[in-house]
């Protein structure tokens, strides 16, 4: 049975200086939730925090209903996956994943059982006898995933988990942890500062920024209604557009241009498209302004557009398929008026 | 064009005649390393290597530094193992004390690193209050306050005699005064202290981290993660304070008075060492057990390396 989380006004301090401010967070049973933030947005501090290896400085946390604020990390039924992966380098495979049964004092019988069954779900089973230093990183990421899995937690954690790992190496462990969850059906906290990780993997993304929650929703629901300037920007790659916009009446100003997009528009200051939403093609919603090109990359499948705007404003577009555009040419950018977002001067979409 | 190239353009025999020679090249290109190499080297030759190979001679002979050397082929090694009760008795104490005073030091050594890395303030400054003695310790001055902490009118008896207790004379009862001397050598625990404490700071917080998750206790922590992980300081420490132990001469020679008293219980080895040698002036056996401590320090020291792959954990 899957295991409830609840974040009730969660406050982390160091001294006088307040990381974490006020967190109030639900997390269902069975869920993938992703943190995400940059930098020192305090993620990995809650994720700690929840762990049991950092104390609550203020507010409670629920797991299955049950205040956990001062019980040990051992007794919380989680298990961790370090960013570092934390594998005992003395120890082989086999004892780095029956460490934590032979601690709890679990028969032998039972412990080999067990670490044979995370083996065969990793596919690391040669590998028991190696030593960490004779493992590749995909390999020791493996174990340390096997460590966690052994103990039949309730709670799985990752800290990054796959910063280590090189671009091939993490899509793959990517979609491998996303199989295991759904394998597994554990509730799961991933902490990543890769939105692309949080969009593929999560049921729901927390968008985190300097100890204060942004957003918390679905992967699609964050990338099609972001609720400010921040999360509009953080998700989605390539980065949403950011165009110095103002109201007139109901319609929008913005490169030197207007839009009429008969809807509410006061307060505007900044319209924010995603380069993918934008066309080259006539006849294809309305035409935002008049752009020069100034760099263009083919990358087989899409072609990415660096563009500039009348009013010297930098704007991406990106193109389906093979596309041939002549740099320094001009060209006119469409957009589907549903799709673009509007911003007031404090960041909150309109 | 590079002189070389306008060599390489000369006929063959002109160009053999211009090569500089096998020496002159050295000269040209090495001489200026081995001059500053010089002082060294001159050092090494003559103060340690030539001095090595005259005892090993010298350990063959009858030699009183008045009289020229008799050689006397390997009596002395026979005399030493056969006929010398207070060799024995030299190296029951030596080893005594290394037996005892090593593990004691390094495991206090351990316990205080262990104690300051656990991120107090200050930290600096204790690290060079405890580093102290280490620096202090092999010093006359330090074996003369040993002396008179450990009399019978010194401050341990004082301190006693403060809560009713009438303490012995500590370093002139043979049963207590070699443990005055491991006393003061766990005390110099300083140096094996700085690399334990330089040993525990690489090992990742990641792993206490991941041990506590899995509900290991403290004791389970240091005896399945922290030691295991320490083994090559500690390694690098035991050979280090062993060497150090059987060399071990200035605090029984002041403490004793040179004696090795009472009845022989401070009588370390290079103590007898340097009784046979500036006591009686016989060189030529001083150097034999010169040359059987060497023996001995290095056969230890092949063991230790041989078993360390048993259990000294190398991380790469």
Known sequence: ?350 | MTARSLQSGAPAGERAATTPSLWARIWHNDAPGYLFLLPWLIGFLGLTIGPMITSFYLSFTDFDLLTSPDWVGANNYIRMFSNDPKFWASMRVTMFFVVFSVPLKLAFALAVAMLLNRGIRGLPLYRALFYLPSLLGASVAIAILWRQIFASDGLINKLLAMVGIMGPSWISNPKTSLWTLIILSIWQFGSPMIIFLAGLRQIPQDMYEAASLDGASKWRQFVKITLPLLTPVVFFNAIIQTIEAFKSFTPAFIISGGTGNPINSTLFYTLYLYQEAFGFFRMGYASALAWVLLALVSVFTAFSFLTSKYWVHYDE
């Open chain 1, 1 to 350: 049975m899957a295991t409830n989380i609840e974040l009730r006004k969660i406050v982390k301090s160091y001294g006088e200086v307040k990381v974490v401010h006020g967190i109030d967070l639900t997390i269902n049973p069975g869920e993938f939730t992703v943190f995400v933030g940059p930098s020192g947005c305090g993620k990995s501090t809650l994720l700690r925090m929840i762990a049991g290896l950092e104390p609550i400085t203020g507010g409670e946390l629920l797991i299955d209903s049950e205040r956990m604020n001062e019980v040990p990390a051992a007794r919380r039924g989680i298990a961790m996956v370090f960013q570092s992966y934390a594998l005992y380098p003395h120890m082989n495979v086999y004892q780095n994943l029956a460490f934590g049964l032979e601690t709890a004092k679990m028969p032998k019988a039972e412990i080999a059982q067990r670490v044979a069954k995370a083996a065969a779900i990793l596919k690391i089973e040669p590998l028991l006898q190696r030593k960490p230093k004779q493992l590749s990183g995909g390999q020791r990421q493996r174990v340390a995933i096997g460590r966690a899995i052994v103990r039949e937690p309730r709670i799985f954690l990752f800290d990054e988990p796959l910063s280590n790992l090189d671009a091939e190496l993490r899509v793959q462990m990517r979609v491998e942890i996303a199989k295991l969850h759904n394998d597994l059906g554990n509730t799961m906290i991933y902490v990543t500062h890769d939105q692309v990780e949080a969009m593929t993997m999560a049921d729901k993304i927390v968008v985190l920024r300097a100890g204060v929650i942004e957003q918390v929703g679905a992967p699609l629901e964050l990338y099609n209604s972001p609720k400010n300037l921040f999360v509009a920007g953080f998700i989605g790659s390539p980065k949403m557009n950011f165009l110095t916009a103002s109201a007139d009446g109901s319609k929008v100003n913005v490169a030197g241009g207007s839009l009429e997009l008969g809807r509410a528009v006061a307060g505007t200051t900044t319209l924010g498209v995603r380069p993918e939403h934008i066309t080259l093609a006539e006849g294809s919603g309305v035409k935002l302004a008049d752009v020069r090109v100034d760099l263009v990359e083919s990358l087989g499948g899409q072609t990415v557009i660096y563009a500039t705007t009348a009013d010297n404003q930098p704007i991406n577009i990106v193109l389906e398929g093979q596309r041939s555009v002549a740099l320094g040419t001009m060209v006119a950018a469409h957009i589907d008026p549903a799709r673009l977002h509007l911003f007031n001067a404090e960041g909150d979409v309109i």
